[in-house]
């Protein structure tokens, strides 16, 4: 198969309509219709159910869009890493991405303890929204990252866990439940006056509900500070926050598990090193 078969059906799976989908790509429909029946000729299998109105995956056609992407990545993370390596004049450093006042602390001692081993290579912090990190992971933006369980996923990568946490709810700090020693999930999930945010989806978008927007933990915290919602966060969020919120650990809240996660292809020496870094730590 081919990288420009595989984007002509990827584009019309998700689409489920050739002229969008050419529309998409920026090409004519004929030739997007040959590309995608010559790529089934050449597999022995229907990938689309066509009708006259409709079109749907086969069985084979969504194991060909999930398969399908996941090359496309590798393949534009291979691209990526290639060219920064080249561009590196001491030799190729290590991007790692992290959510935006995440794991501050921890971050902060993990790269202050692997800048002294000897033969440390440049460590690039990339700091991204909500559920961003595993995107820039998988495209090559990044070469290794620190997501959160049960929150991110970690499907298709090699990690070490690092730190297993409480959680706490932060609320603004005059509100009732601010004084209190602790409280359940419930109680903070169904607060009349502090809606619980909305963050966007993979395609940028809103969910509908009552809570304001939120894009990432500064303006989160903004939100919270100002009366508008609440969140359940990490217990190591206390740290970072301000006097004008309060933070009340949520009993029956799941534990969040912090790992480093990276490519297992990876053959990086200096990623080998930071990831025995973090594992001492």
Do not use: N
């Amino acid at each position: 198969m081919e990288t420009r078969e595989l984007r002509y059906f990827i584009a019309v799976a998700e689409e489920l309509h050739f002229g969008r989908a050419a529309r998409r790509l920026g090409i004519a429909q004929p030739p997007l219709s040959r590309a995608v029946a010559q790529l089934e000729r050449r597999l022995g299998v229907a990938l689309l159910e066509r009708t006259s109105r409709t079109v749907t995956l086969t069985e084979a056609g969504a194991v060909l869009l999930a398969e399908g992407r996941a090359a496309l990545d590798a393949v534009e993370a291979a691209d990526r890493r290639t060219r920064r390596a080249g561009r590196a004049p001491d030799g190729p450093g290590l991007v790692l991405v992290t959510k935006a006042g995440a794991s501050g602390e921890l971050l902060a001692k993990l790269l202050e303890a692997y800048a002294a081993e000897p033969g440390a290579a440049t460590v690039d912090v990339l700091l991204c929204g909500i559920g961003e990190q595993e995107r820039l992971l998988r495209d090559g933006r990044a070469d290794v990252g620190l997501l959160h369980l049960p929150f991110d996923s970690t499907a298709g990568f090699d990690t070490e866990e690092l730190r297993t946490e409480g959680q706490v709810a932060v609320l603004p700090a005059g509100h009732p439940l601010a004084a209190r020693s602790e409280v359940r999930l419930a109680e903070v999930t169904t607060l009349p006056d502090l809606p619980l945010p909305r963050w966007p989806g993979p395609d940028g978008s809103y969910p509908d509900g009552s809570g304001p927007q939120a894009r990432d933990s500064t303006q989160l915290l903004q939100l919270i500070a100002l009366g508008r919602t609440t969140a359940v966060l990490p217990e190591s969020t206390r740290a970072d926050l301000r006097r004008d919120l309060a933070a009340v650990p949520v009993v029956d809240a799941p534990p969040v598990t912090t790992v480093i996660a990276w490519p297992p292809h990876s053959r990086s020496r200096a990623l080998a090193g930071l990831i025995r870094t973090a594992t001492r730590l």
